[in-house]
């Protein structure tokens, strides 16, 4: 049965949801407006909201001290490669798991979902041996294969709550019409599926992009990709809010951007599955 | 295209594009790990000068103390080999030394001229007389005052001041009425940070970390007077929520004339008489305070010191560039294009003799600081560890940012003092003996 909305609420849940709105985001906000001050104006007390002489000083000294492009192509490359990795390999286990389920099924996906659990220094020495055995310190290709395995139960997780709305008879009358696994998969459930798998993308491009402790554990000169670049701004003795604001908003703008541009997919990723 | 090659497409590029990584390794290249602070920086800047001289590439990687320090130690325990230099500090270079992960410095070229570096420097980061790390620059703390506030109030601050004096000076300077404290000391937790302070601090008033069988010794008045000296000073006039301010807080406050007097690092001296000050005109400068008729200061020793860890395939080309980065020369080249102002201070004595560097107007308290603080001998009582503001052993870094907390908790009203004292003496006792020290 339907509620009566009131006015009265409509104007009230959209006010809560605003202020809720406008309170994540002004960190950002203030990130952003800090990169345009000089540094005493950055650690003005009161705070200086837009009554200020705006710089862009501090983005010319980030970009001649730092080779932002590397950076940034290492981002790129690190949560782009882990994230389509970690779909090559969830796209069968997530099938398996939502159309072929074995008693032990949500076992595994519970035991799958604990390792997320598990704080990441915990495991910083046994996977940084494993690094220097192997002369995986400091390569992209070692750190996408890092950044894929955590994410993995994500991805899967998330498959599998997109397959589990597909009906089983599509893929059976596939099977009747003498289709192979591999095509059962490819060529009739994944089109399927195809909103589900973009949303899936999107969030864990995001979240590989915002991964900050084995990106900066495993890496040097190389592979560092823009996590490093921010660290590199930060000081507990000396003042470089400024500058160290300007490079936050470099390393964050594609992320945002890319956020902004599918909004839509990510709000039904993360919300499908939630009304059943 | 179909789905299926979209997906091997997009695969090979990226696994093309990653193993580039493997294509850009260079025979003389060397790899630095370092942190952000200003002379670091600006030694990036002069790095085509030393690879013009040497052929000798050289790839940075800056990192926040914090993060750099975790970094480091995983690469040197793990024998990573990521770096051919680290920027290490006091704390490390001794018990790195001894674990033998570190390349002695002691066949560096007579140019070099080791036995310039500050005695106080070279005994912080050698063991058992052989140089590990070599100096980039060090600091020492000290009183920075308002000479304006102390001029209006009619009082002149002593070269070497006691506590009773620091707080005679805060009470006069202390305006509320124009947003003026009249001190203003780290309190965050942190063993780098409120945890050196108060170490120091506890020096100064005659108590110590461990007797000489490695038993705490918060239990014991001289932590107690420290203590609530501290707490009361900064509770009458220090800024409010003062338990969360640390370096970066202090020198804002200061920086916008909110602080009569501060104590720290002496390289915040270049900040506070530099273009982001307001206050740059009216800086004057003293020797950390000790509490009347005790022998030791509260001032610190610390230094940015780079060391070659074992194992490097680049061990040659990185000693070079110790000794270029760290020798007269480099000091000279930034003196030429920079100013006296702006070279590394604090590690060679030849530095201290330049007539140019004497006019600097922090210079000569610098070098009397770092002269006052002694690693080898820190406390009034004997103690069994090396160290200042720290305790060269493993274990300190987790255990004095335990006891800061619950100090920063008691700064900020949460528990006791006496609390704070039991909970640190407790964490403390347990720590060592676990470890096998008691």
Redesign the interface.
Known sequence: MARNVTTRRKIITTAAAWTIGLIIFFPIFWTILTSFK???QA???PPLFFNFDWTLENYAIVQE?SDYMKFL?NSV?LA??ST??G??IAVPAAWSMAFVPSVRTKDILLWMLSTKMLPAVGV??PI??I??QFNL?????GL?VVLMLINLPIIVWMLYTYFREIPGEILEAARMDGATLKEEI?YVL??MAIPGIASTLLLNFILAWNEAFWT??LT?????PLT?FI??????????FAKLSAASTMAIAPILILGWFSQKQLVRGLTFGAVK | MSLKSTLCAATALSLIAASGAFADSHSATITIATVNNGDMIRMQGYTDTFTEATGIAVEWVTLEENVLRQRVTTDITTKGGAFDIMTIGMYETPIWGANGWLVPLDDLSAEYDVDDILPAMRGGLSHEGTLYAAPFYGESSMVMYRTDLMEAAGMEMPTAPTWQQIRDAAAAMDDPENDINGVCLRGKAGWGEGGAFITVTGNSFGARWFDEDWNAQFDQPEWAEALNFYVNLMNDYGPEGYATNGFNENLSLFNQGKCGMWIDATVAASFVTGDDSTVADSVGFALAPNNEGVEKRANWLWAWALAIPAGTQQEAAAKKFIEWATGTGYIELVAANEGWANVPPGARTSLYETPEYQAVPFAQMTLDSINAADPTNPTVDPVPYVGIQFVAIPEFAGMATEVSQEFSAAYAGQQTIEEALAKAQAITNETMEAAGYR
Do not use: H, Q
């Not at chain 1, 660290?231 to 470089?240: C, M, N, R």
């Open positions: 000089t540094e005493a650690i003005n007390d001290r192509w490359i782009g490669g389509l990795l779909i090559l910083l020495y940084s041996l690094f220097v310190l400091d390569t992209r290709i996408m490819l994944t089109p900066l554990n040097a000169a190389n592979a560092a490093a660290a590199s701004y930060s000081s507990p003795e000396g003042l470089f």
